[in-house]
């Protein structure tokens, strides 16, 4: 028996689902979630082995709501997103679902997962590798969602002042202080605007709208003031890349 | 307003040389009549600095007021008045500064006539120059205006074609449609209907049609139905109508983005219930709607409202009326709104 959590926020998309699953007795339906964050919670309270999970929710998307599952499950999505935006993560998804689907198609995709599911045992990092390819697209570079405790903050990246690289993860330094995200600074700098954040040192991002100006520190280095006071290194690398920025 | 012709850098260089030449062949006329070179250099001076200030003042009058070139006798008017009042300023300055030579108050009387005529000549032609500029950057704007207006039909046509089909809204109404199939036949029927006779409105209408508010209500009632039914009990839209304001009249599609806009805006940036509320008011000479939704401040910057659906309702309406005031927002206590004002034309 295998447990199945849908996760849609639209109630009729959700119930096309649960009809579709009483074909299958073999996938037992543990509950069913309006919004990233009851998915957040089900998936760590049941463990599901398999998801059904739409892509524009209210508050945090799909996407955004696996990254903050540390062992993200497999995953099939279910949604009207247009094919562009498919093939993106088409090649690690699990299968998707594209709204509206009938029973065959529905069934197909679970016959994939079961196949899949029997030939490898560990898939989760398939979804691992998902995610690094949907959060590159552009529309999810707005933001940074990550957890802090048991709450999930979502931060505009405007208010970011800079990213600092801390062993497996990045600290990204805000107004409230620091949040941490496992993430790399590379993935960083690849998903954020790189206009306006740069990486100015080997451990450090830098929010350009945030330097208030930029000081010779000791031999070639340099060190960036923050408008909130906070200084951020400057490597040479790094000076040459900010001056390219501010057009100096 | 027009930008001024000072802005404009060989202007400004031209226009200076021009007014050096002017003074120096007056300094050296005079001097070349025998008067002292001192004399010829105050008289210069005293004369064409008053008539350069005259000028700038012409030139800036014009940049507010643009005469036609029709109202000849306007113009001509005002420049013998002006000419004269130059006159009056520098006989009487030159008088004060220079009498003192001999001779000299003789021969200012004397050249009085000619000195007159070469300013109404240099005034006149300073005039024309403003009006042929600030009547070129009149028509250019306009002109500008129109091809935006062009290119903003073609856009707004694509932008219908993309309504008409709009994929996540037809895809997300057909899934729905799906699901009720099995459980509720009946209800499938019925947005099937609403759902037809939504995108039927979208394709008969012309953009640059006028309709009443009840006609575009009734359509929008039919969007709200269709949300509805997708999002459950999230959404409540709450629709408020001034019944004076019912008749009234706006273009065609104009309420739909913005409720379009209000709905996504609110529902994916909030959790549970999401109210939407939209009311008219008939006032006078105009009609004004009012679309709120709840957000959250704290994830989303009130940029974030001013999406695609606002600005093209802007957009239109900064075309039919030349005003940019007519689409207002705010964000106050967690609920962002959207206020409308469409004038009523007179002859509608």
């Keep these: 028996m295998s447990k199945v959590i849908i996760i849609d926020d639209e109630p009729l998309a959700r119930s096309i689902v649960k009809e579709y699953l009483q074909k299958h007795p073999e996938l037992e339906l543990i509950t069913e979630c309006g919004d990233g964050f009851e998915g957040v919670k089900a998936i760590q309270q049941h463990q599901p082995d398999l998801i059904f999970l739409d892509i524009q929710m209210p508050k945090i998307n799909g996407f955004e709501m696996l990254e903050l599952i540390e062992q993200p499950p497999n995953v099939i999505f279910t949604t009207a997103f247009d094919e562009y935006a498919i093939k993106a993560f088409e090649a690690h998804a699990i299968d998707y679902l594209l709204k509206p689907f009938n029973q065959e198609r529905f069934d197909k995709a679970v016959a994939k997962w079961m196949e899949q599911q029997q030939n490898n045992a560990n898939t989760s990092a398939k979804t691992e590798e998902l995610l690094d390819t949907a959060s590159q697209s552009p529309s999810q570079s707005n933001r940074v969602v990550v957890k802090n405790g048991s709450k999930i903050k979502i931060i505009p990246v405007h208010d970011i002042f800079y990213l600092e690289a801390a062993d497996d993860y990045v600290k990204i330094h805000t107004q409230e202080g620091y949040f941490l995200k496992n993430k790399t600074m590379s993935h960083f700098e690849q998903v954020l605007d790189a206009q306006q954040f740069v990486r100015s040192h080997r451990s450090y991002i830098v929010n350009v709208q945030q330097i208030t100006r930029i000081d010779p520190y000791e031999k070639d280095n340099h060190v960036a003031i923050l408008r909130s006071g906070l200084k951020v290194p400057v490597s040479r690398g790094g000076y040459g890349k900010l001056k390219a920025v501010l057009g100096l | ?348």
């Design chain 2, 1 to 348: 307003m027009s930008v001024s012709l000072f802005t404009v850098r060989r202007f400004l260089i031209i226009f200076s040389i021009a007014w050096v030449v002017l003074m120096a062949d007056h300094a050296i006329l005079l001097w070349s009549l025998d008067w002292p070179v001192e004399l010829a250099v105050i008289d210069s001076l005293i004369s064409n600095i008053l008539l350069l200030l005259i000028c700038l003042l012409v030139m800036n009058t014009v940049r507010y007021y643009v005469p036609e070139f029709t109202q000849y006798l306007n113009i001509l008017c005002m420049c013998v008045v002006l000419t004269i009042l130059w006159l009056l300023l520098s006989k009487w300055l030159l008088g004060l500064a220079l009498n003192s030579y001999e001779g000299y108050a003789i021969f200012l009387r004397r050249s009085l006539m000619v000195r007159s005529s070469i300013a109404f000549l240099i005034l006149g032609i300073v005039t024309m120059i403003g009006i042929i500029w600030f009547n070129w950057q009149d028509q250019k704007r306009s002109e500008e205006r129109k091809s935006d207006a062009e290119k903003l039909a073609r856009d707004a046509e694509l932008f219908k074609l993309r309504q008409q089909l709009q994929p996540h809204f037809l895809f997300n109404s057909l899934n729905s449609i799906n699901a009720l199939i099995g459980s509720r036949p009946e209800e499938a029927r019925k947005m099937v209907q609403q759902l037809s006779d939504f995108l039927r409105g979208t394709i008969k209408k012309e953009e640059t049609q006028w309709v009443s508010l009840q006609e575009e209500i009734q359509y929008l009632e039919l969007y709200l139905e269709i949300e509805k039914v997708r999002f459950g009990n999230r959404l409540t839209p709450i629709v408020t109508i001034d019944p004076l304001s019912l008749s009234r009249k706006l273009p065609a599609l104009l309420l739909q983005p913005l409720v379009e806009n209000a709905i996504k805006f609110g529902l994916y940036d909030t959790i549970g219930e999401t109210v939407i509320r939209i009311s008219t008011v008939a006032k006078e000479n105009e009609l004004e709607v009012i679309v709120s939704n709840p957000f959250d401040p704290e994830t989303s910057s009130p940029r974030q409202g001013t999406g695609f659906g606002l600005k093209s309702v802007q957009r239109r309406l900064y075309l039919l009326f030349d005003r940019n005031d007519l689409v207002i927002t705010e964000a106050k206590d967690n609920i962002f709104t959207t206020r409308v004002t469409i004038p009523q034309l007179s002859e509608a």
